[in-house]
């Protein structure tokens, strides 16, 4: 398959009020396929003025026709909009995977899980209610449930079509405004996203997307003031920024930021069910994910033999450029390919037991070998910082105490497992472990649409996913009748 873009949209232009228009400024940015490091194309830079007018064209829809619209209609549209997702889930693999570089079975599944997450805010759209709270003699007392109004989503390059379907689906659901600034990176199918949103119905100013930098764009949405609640996916470091932008404006801000995450394999584990899932948490999209599972925490009795096991799994990967869909693409852009390449530099002293090989990888393409160690100490670097690449290390314990400190021995918290077959233990690392997410004898790296999703420490705060997502996206709004 060549990597040539067929796209059914124009990616050089800002979707705002309903309209696709050019930036204000008239600039653009250059699209690199990361498999090939070749230029496939431009997008729009937006800017302030882009913002603004995106910012002032969801105040009109939600104070207008977007904000009359019924919860029941609301789910509707969310459906009509799965449905043509549906019909183009190939189109959106093969944009997402020459556009982020992960193999297209990857790929794939992002598209159909855009369309689940739009099934559910769907269905869920007119299942949202408030309370009645008993109260004095003479009184009627219940809470609505109500949209914050216009709301700022930021995504990044790794999974845009996932995150808007979390973010910008729970959020339409509930009757906000929405305005979309994807990642410079890769943002092409947030804008298949927004195309195919017209198409749908949805109302003007509903939903406005405006690509460009995150130092543009993206601080000037962050800082808005007629912006009223802020959703985040990306580096501490960003989020920091996003969440301090606006507090400026007392705007509360969902983050989901980095990861650390642990396994922790037990002497009585099922290995033979927990490798698929210690391997794959670690590679997938490249290690490009939020949840990847970097450190695999084993019992000191077991360390050499899950460590031969895993290393039989990884000198088997293959990786190559995203449409081959072969186990592992390229990083996103040669800047994260250097960042990744820093780090196995530092792992020279560690034992390096395997890694991955390449299979015809073009050499402009921005990739590295899935690499694994074993014997690291928790106190390693490549043990401690988030690597944001396919790279695991192995790092062993003796007992369940020692287990727990190691796993909660980084700044991070977003997801961790549980690997044994002894329930009582299951149970209580469950409490122990600081974490948003804990599996047991399985690892979801963020689990099905239902399961709310999000950290602790630098994972950030606030829940993504399921209904935890829809309560986020509003405000509580409690009335109290005194009737006599």
């Given amino acids: ?250 705007v509360p801000v969902t983050l989901e930021l980095g990861g650390k995450s642990p396994q922790l394999v037990f002497a009585d584990a099922d290995l033979d069910a927990a490798l698929p899932f210690l391997v794959n948490a670690g590679i997938q999209n490249a290690g490009q994910t939020c949840s990847a599972s970097s450190r695999i925490l084993v019992h000191r009795s077991i360390q050499d033999r899950l460590v031969q096991r895993m290393a039989e799994r990884y000198t088997a990967l293959k990786v190559g450029p995203a449409l081959a869909d072969l186990d592992v693409g390229p990083l996103i852009s040669a800047r994260q390919q250097g960042i990744v390449s820093s780090f196995l530099d530092r792992g020279d002293d560690l034992e390096k037991v395997a890694e991955g090989s390449f299979q015809d990888a073009p050499e402009g393409g921005s990739y590295v070998r899935p690499t694994l160690f074993a014997g690291v100490s928790p106190s390693h670097t490549l043990a401690r910082d988030e690597i944001f690449g396919p790279v695991q290390v192995v790092i062993p314990f003796d007992d369940e105490d020692e287990a727990v400190a190691i796993a909660n021995g980084t700044d991070y918290g977003l997801v961790a497992s549980i690997w044994s077959r002894d329930g009582a233990r299951q149970l209580r690392l469950a409490r122990k472990i600081r974490s948003g997410q804990i599996f047991i004898n399985n690892y979801g790296a963020g689990g099905g649409v239902e399961l709310p999703f999000g950290g602790i420490g630098t994972s950030g705060h606030g829940r993504e996913k399921g209904f935890e997502a829809l309560y986020g996206f509003t405000t509580l709004k409690t009335v109290a009748a005194y009737h006599g």
């Fill in 1 to 250: 398959m060549t990597d040539v873009l067929d796209l059914w949209f124009d990616p050089s232009r800002c979707l705002i009020n309903g309209n696709w228009v050019a930036p204000a400024g008239g600039r653009h940015l250059p699209l690199h396929n990361p498999s090939t490091g070749e230029r496939i194309g431009s997008i729009a830079r937006g800017a302030a003025e882009d913002v603004d007018a995106a910012v002032a064209a969801a105040h009109v829809a939600w104070q207008g026709t977007w904000g009359k619209t019924t919860a029941v209609e609301r789910g509707r549209l969310l459906f009509k909009l799965r449905e043509l997702v549906l019909e183009k889930v190939e189109d959106l693999a093969r944009i997402e995977a020459i556009d982020v570089g992960k193999p297209l079975k990857q790929a794939r599944a992002d598209a159909i899980a855009l369309a689940r997450y739009l099934e559910f805010y769907g269905g869920a759209a007119d299942k949202l209610h408030g309370d009645t709270i008993p109260y004095l003699d003479g009184y009627t007392v219940y809470t609505l449930r109500e949209p914050h109004g216009v709301t700022g989503h930021i995504v990044p390059w790794n999974y845009p079509m996932q995150i808007i379907g979390r973010s910008v689906g729970a959020a339409l659901a509930t009757g906000n405004a929405c305005v979309l600034k994807p990642a410079e990176d890769a943002c092409l199918t947030a804008l298949a996203f927004a195309d195919l949103a017209v198409k749908a119905g949805l109302p003007a100013g509903a939903l406005n997307v405006v690509p460009g930098l995150g130092a543009e764009a993206g601080a000037a949405l962050s800082a808005h003031p007629g912006v009223h609640h802020v959703s985040f996916t990306g580096s501490v470091a960003t989020g920091v920024q996003v969440q301090t932008a606006a507090a400026r404006n007392v």
